[in-house]
């Protein structure tokens, strides 16, 4: 049928419909509102303010630092991948309302607004710095919520791959391409405490105390247990060295060779007779120092032996954990847990979006990404009920934040109407009561 300006339009099939465009008053991610009430109630805005500095001037200001930083940490949670919609997000009913109140009638920040923030203010030194500081002191806030007196530690690298000249992308020969080869550090209840990104040629572990010893020495001020877990790509002396001054435990796995195989020798034969249909799965711990080491360290040993394969499956650990060897193989791979968020980081929030040519700017989009996905995860751990609590992030962005709604406006109110599917007015109520009886911090 035939458009007149402004009017709504007529489908044949069906007089009595018509169809309208209202994308002022109608949003798609209804269901931000949640995590901007739990960020609310951990200061995020305050955070914000306190540790970045905002060197725009005059028009430029019109938009409050909070907002402009907040706004693409928001859109990734929503799974926006970059600023090319920030143009269509700036009228959303939803991305205006959990923005300063200054912008809920003219709308959020445009692209070339947000692009000049990312990519200027918040590349300078000062404010890359300021990122990381804030996405600590988001966790940090967390923390005191948290009474484990013992805290678990898990370092893992990625690829983040790149199709165009970035800054310091370089061939990566394990992975196969041109990337970036970023370094994460998460606790046990899937924080990102911290990311650095890395050109895409450097080794696997490569600035891993930049990350690791300041993250330690914070958690034993705070009077808790440090453990650590890596793999094979953290089985260094200087690294065990280094978790052994603080007395941190730790379980790295460490690449097999012919000495250690010797000492466990006994174990490699298959057993005689008819093989189970059941993994047949052995563990032995040894002392064992090599060249490099200047003193002996325990290690254990995991053979299996699997019906239809002609030699077993070995796996070593290097450790200062006293438990028995079977624990220390299953304390080992729940570090597993890690590779998993960081699956989700780069699903839900985007995180492989680096598509910037200056190194700095994508240092900035990495950084937004890990706080949009902590966000995410603090609403999973605190404002979850325990029937979806085990929701990936790919699940809550497609069920609860990508809920419809329409923006009303009242003389006193504005009401946000929203669709009832998975995210159910009882659901959202439960919700809402988690985080008002958080014991959220005062500052």
């Given amino acids: 049928m035939g458009e007149i300006q402004n009017q709504p339009f007529q489908l044949s099939f069906n007089a009595s419909l018509k169809i309208d465009f209202q994308g002022s008053r109608v949003t798609s991610d209804g ?14 805005g305050e955070l914000i303010e306190q540790h970045l500095t905002d060197s725009r001037r005059g028009k430029n200001t019109q938009f409050p630092s909070p907002t402009c930083c907040a706004n693409p940490v928001y859109s990734r949670l929503a799974g926006y991948e970059d600023l090319n919609d920030a143009q269509r997000l700036s009228q959303d009913p939803t991305f205006r309302l959990i923005g300063s109140e200054k912008i809920w009638d003219r709308g959020a920040a445009l692209t070339s607004r947000l692009q000049t923030f990312e990519t200027e203010m918040l590349a300078e030194e000062e404010n890359l710095a300021g990122l990381a500081r804030l996405n600590r002191a988001l966790i940090g806030r967390a923390e005191t919520m948290d009474s484990d007196y013992r805290t678990i530690l898990d370092m893992d690298s990625t690829e983040i791959p790149v199709y165009g000249e970035q800054e310091q992308s370089a061939y990566n020969r394990y992975f196969e391409s041109t990337c970036f080869h970023p370094l994460l550090l998460f606790n046990r209840l899937g924080d990102c405490l911290a990311a650095k990104l890395r050109p895409g040629n450097v080794h696997s572990a490569e600035g891993w105390e930049d990350l690791l010893l300041p993250e330690i020495e914070r958690q034993q001020r705070m009077g808790k247990e440090v453990a650590f ?10 690294v065990y060295e280094a978790l052994e001054a603080p007395g941190v435990k730790y379980a790295i796995r460490i690449s097999a060779n012919d000495s250690l195989e010797r000492d466990i020798a006994e174990l490699l034969p298959r057993p005689v007779g008819r093989p189970s249909q059941k993994p047949l799965v052995e563990y032995k711990g040894f002392l064992y120092q090599a060249a490099s080491w200047k003193t002996a360290r325990r290690v254990v040993a995991k053979v299996e032996h699997h019906a239809g394969e002609l030699f077993p499956r070995v796996g070593f650990i290097v450790t200062n954990l006293t438990l028995p060897s079977r624990a220390v193989v299953r304390f080992y791979n729940k570090r597993g847990t890690a590779e998993q968020w960081i699956k989700e980081g780069k699903q839900a929030v985007k995180m492989t979006r680096l598509s910037c040519h200056r190194f700095r700017s994508n240092e900035v989009r990495l950084w937004l990404s890990v706080i949009a996905y902590n966000l995410g995860n603090l609403w999973r751990r605190f404002a979850l009920p325990r029937r979806i609590g085990n929701w990936s992030l790919t699940s809550l962005q497609q069920r609860l934040v990508k809920t419809g709604g329409r923006l009303v406006r009242h003389a006193r109110y504005y009401w946000l109407l929203l669709a009832e599917g998975h995210l159910s007015r009882r659901l959202f109520g439960s919700m809402l009561r988690m985080i008002a009886a958080l014991p959220l911090p005062d500052g």
Avoid: H, S, W
């Avoid at 269901?31 to 995020?44: I, N, P, Q, S, T």
């Avoid at 877990?229 to 200087?238: L, N």
């Fill in 229 to 238: 877990r890596g793999d094979a790509a953290f089985a260094k002396p200087e």
């Fill in 31 to 44: 269901g931000l509102v949640l995590v901007r009430e739990l960020d609310e109630g951990f200061g995020f």
